[in-house]
């Protein structure tokens, strides 16, 4: 069974929903300002929250990051009203460049991630060898 990353989780729902920050996303899940610091420090999310705002997403993806990229990409109109768009007919190329950084940096901050949790069992598996 794949260990769950609260971290990951959130990196890749603030990709879909195209936000930046915890903030941001708390207020695009209509929690308080806070609420999203406060799921880290508890390492615990509702998870029918996300869901129901990242109905369009692939799910198995958005919990474990597996290899599938999302069919749909969460963008703000002009008028700041939510609309999602099919990535195959985005024709703006501000919004293809920008998914496109953002899926580059969520792939570079999973693989820091990634190597940091390596590194940390190795050294409290070093420990306890001791």
């Known amino acids: 069974m794949p260990e769950f990353n609260l971290d ?13 920050s915890d903030i941001q996303l ?31 997403a692939d799910f198995n993806w958005l919990i474990t990051g597996d290899d599938k990229k999302p069919t749909d990409m969460v963008f703000l109109d002009d008028k700041g009203q939510r609309r999602v768009t099919d990535k195959n007919s985005i024709n703006n190329s501000k919004y293809v460049d920008e998914v496109n950084y953002l899926k580059w940096r969520v792939e570079e901050i999973s693989k820091e991630l990634y190597q940091t949790q390596m590194k940390l069992k190795a050294e409290q598996s070093n420990k306890e060898k001791k």
């Open 26 to 56: 708390s207020k695009k899940l209509n929690k308080f300002d806070q609420y999203i610091f406060q799921c880290r420090k508890r390492n615990s999310i509702d998870f029918e929250v996300l869901l129901k705002e990242c109905y369009n």
């Open 8 to 20: 990951q989780i959130l990196i890749r729902v603030k990709l879909y929903l195209n936000v930046e």
